[in-house]
């Protein structure tokens, strides 16, 4: 597609349930990140994903939080018996392969604002 | 990880006015952004600046790397620049890395 996409928009879900989250990233674009943005702050990492190799979770706060993504394109993010804290905006972005030493450009989806009630 | 520092944290300006936002980071980079989020909580991308000097019609950016700082100009503010202004930086082949950001507020 012509920008990153992320659906649903907005997801209200109760605490204790379990929620996904989808990213489209631009078509041929190898890299692949996901944010959250708690109401008021700033962005917080949560994983990143480069081609073939082994994803950078590090920034993953609970191990009630995953990520795949599938045939190296669309990406999901699941949260797990959710709490309220987890209430915030994600956020997701792409950029395309980058040459040796050179970095590029990542652009974000509109995001997902995820309400725990 | 790298350190980004951005300044200052909050601006008020008067329509008309010119200002000069400032993101230090505490380590090479080979990817340094500006973003705009907007009221409605979109991420616009502005700059993608490792290095030089460009030009947007009213916004400007200037990275200098050796000395690890990249400055956004903005002249003649207009209300719809108001938002909140993100610097982005990425060391090597990592994640990227934000700034906490400067909300600017201009008013007519």
């Known amino acids: 597609g012509a920008g990153v996409s992320q659906s649903p928009s907005n997801k209200v879900t109760e605490k204790g349930k379990d929620v996904e989250l989808r990213c489209d990233p631009i078509?041929?674009?190898?890299?692949l990140y996901w944010y959250r943005q708690s109401l008021g702050q700033g962005l917080e990492f949560l994983i990143y994903?480069?081609?073939?190799?082994?994803?950078?979770k590090s920034g993953l706060p609970s191990d009630r939080f995953s990520a795949e993504r599938t045939g190296g394109s669309v990406s999901t993010l699941t949260i797990q018996r959710t709490q309220q804290e987890d209430s915030a905006v994600y956020l997701c972005?792409?950029?395309?392969?980058?040459?040796?030493?050179?970095?590029?450009?990542?652009?974000f989806g509109q995001g997902t604002r995820l309400t725990v009630v | 990880g790298i350190q980004v520092e951005q300044s200052p944290p909050d601006l008020i300006l008067q329509e008309g006015a010119n200002s000069t936002l400032r993101c230090n980071f505490s380590?090479?980079?080979?990817?340094l952004q500006w973003f705009h989020q907007n009221p409605w909580g979109q991420l616009i991308n502005l700059f993608y600046i490792p290095s030089g000097t460009k030009q947007n019609g009213r916004l400007s950016a200037t990275t200098v790397a050796t000395e690890r700082y990249s400055l956004l100009y903005i002249s003649s503010s207009q209300t719809t620049d108001s938002g909140v202004y993100f610097c982005a930086v990425r060391p090597g082949y990592s994640t990227l890395t934000f700034g906490k950001g400067t909300m600017l507020l201009v008013s007519p």
């Open positions: 994903f480069q081609g073939n190799s082994a994803p950078d």
């Open positions: 380590d090479s980079v080979n990817n």
């Open positions: 078509s041929g674009h190898t890299a």
């Open positions: 972005a792409s950029s395309s392969p980058e040459e040796v030493g050179l970095g590029t450009e990542a652009f």
